[in-house]
C-alpha cells in the first residue's frame, strides 16, 4: 500500500486549500487516516483524523477551520478554510493500523503507512 498526498501550494491568509491522500493496494481494513504537519524547526503534529467508521478529531489550533472527510479508504481530504500564516507546513496523510494484501495475496499488518508530504504555505 502506498499513500499520494498532494494539493498543497501558495495560498494568502484567509484563503483555501484542498489536500487529498490517495491509497494505492488492496486495502483490507484500517484503524483510522489522519493529517500530520510539520512546520520548519517544529515537530510534527496531528492535525486531524478520521476513523473507519467516520469519527473525527481535530487539532485545537484547526477546529473550525479545517475539515477531514473521505469517500472510501482509497481517498482522503482535508479541506482548509481561513489559513493562517502559522499553518505553513509540511502535511502528510497516514493509515493506522492496516490490515492489506500483499503483491503475493498475503495480508500484511502493518501499524502505520506514510505518504510523501505536501507544501501548504501561507502568506501573511
Known amino acids: 500500500v502506498q499513500l499520494q498526498a498532494f494539493g498543497g501550494g501558495l495560498v494568502q491568509a484567509g484563503g483555501s486549500l484542498r489536500l487529498s491522500c490517495a491509497a494505492f493496494?488492496?486495502?483490507?481494513?484500517?484503524?483510522?487516516i489522519n493529517w500530520h504537519r510539520q512546520a520548519p524547526g517544529k515537530q510534527r503534529e496531528l492535525v486531524a483524523g478520521?476513523?473507519?467508521?467516520?469519527?473525527t478529531n481535530y487539532a485545537d489550533s484547526v477546529k473550525g477551520r479545517f475539515t477531514i472527510s473521505r469517500d472510501n479508504a482509497k481517498n482522503t481530504y482535508l479541506q482548509m478554510n481561513n489559513l493562517k500564516p502559522e499553518d505553513t507546513a509540511v502535511y502528510y496523510c497516514?493509515?493506522?493500523?492496516?490490515?492489506?494484501?500483499?503483491?503475493?495475496?498475503?495480508?500484511?499488518?502493518?501499524?502505520?503507512?506514510w505518504g510523501q508530504g505536501t507544501l501548504v504555505t501561507v502568506s501573511s
Open positions: 497516514n493509515l493506522e493500523k492496516v490490515n492489506y494484501y500483499s503483491a503475493h495475496d498475503e495480508i500484511v499488518a502493518q501499524n502505520e503507512i
Open positions: 493496494g488492496r486495502i483490507l481494513s484500517f484503524n483510522a
Open positions: 478520521i476513523t473507519s467508521g467516520g469519527q
